[in-house]
């Protein structure tokens, strides 16, 4: 089944110590995303990549990084993570010249 | 830069009622316009897409025609079940140099009561 997974689903951390949010797709898809969802501001583009190696700032890149290391894996890291980056996030996946991205399930995140 | 608003919720209607959700865009260009859909406890999922003007998208009964003359991408169907409650995100995917971003609105609630 083609599908976007992501792991963990659900997490809650204190604040400062550093994790990492799992991204896998199987479409061999060569455009990887992460988003972020908070009440009333819809979703947030955080980092993308266009390919194995490359990634680059979506809109609200401060506080997180990423590494593409593998065209089916694209991890969220928070060095440090703080309160205000409690949210639910959304990795997404899109074959070129395609239009439309293929999202994982959501990892809800709570930072004390 | 792109942007999309929709219609602020949450919206309450009774079942079989007809249903329409706003959505009206700024964008450069060419964009796709898309709506998904996101299930309690669920990820989001593709409702609908259009890919250029007078394009109309459709399932599950629903449908959104994108007009370019009034930018807009509204969502409606003509009789809502329980079942379609859920929140609606309106977006907007387009090129920003090799970023081809989805851009989304705030999402509406919408609840249906039998």
């Known amino acids: 089944e083609a599908q976007v997974t992501q792991n963990p689903r659900y997490l809650i951390t204190v604040t400062g110590k550093k994790l990492t949010v799992t991204c896998s797709q199987n479409m061999n898809h060569e455009y990887m995303s992460w988003y972020r969802q908070d009440p009333g501001l819809g979703l947030r583009q955080i980092y993308y990549s266009m390919n194995v190696e490359v990634t680059d700032k979506g809109d609200v890149p401060e506080g997180y990084k990423v590494s593409r290391k593998e065209k089916r894996n694209f991890p969220l890291i928070l060095e440090s993570p703080s309160p205000n980056q409690t949210s639910l996030y959304f990795c997404?996946?899109?074959?070129?010249?395609?239009?439309?991205?293929?999202f994982g399930p959501g990892t809800r995140l709570t930072v004390l | 830069g792109n942007s999309v608003t929709q219609m602020e919720g949450p919206v309450t209607l009774s079942e079989e009622a007809f249903l329409t959700i706003n959505c009206t865009y700024t964008a450069t260009g060419y964009p796709s316009l898309f709506w998904y859909v996101q299930y309690p406890g669920e990820g989001l999922q593709l409702l609908l897409k259009?890919?250029?003007?007078?394009d109309k998208g459709s399932n599950k009964g629903f449908e959104a025609t994108y007009r370019k003359e009034t930018t807009s991408f509204h969502l409606e169907k003509g009789s809502v079940q329980v079942s379609d409650s859920a929140v609606y995100f309106c977006a907007l995917g387009n090129s920003g140099g090799s970023n081809y971003k989805l851009t989304f609105g705030k999402g509406t609630l919408l609840t249906v009561n039998p």
């Open positions: 259009a890919t250029k003007a007078d």
């Open positions: 997404a996946s899109r074959d070129t010249g395609g239009r439309e991205q293929f």
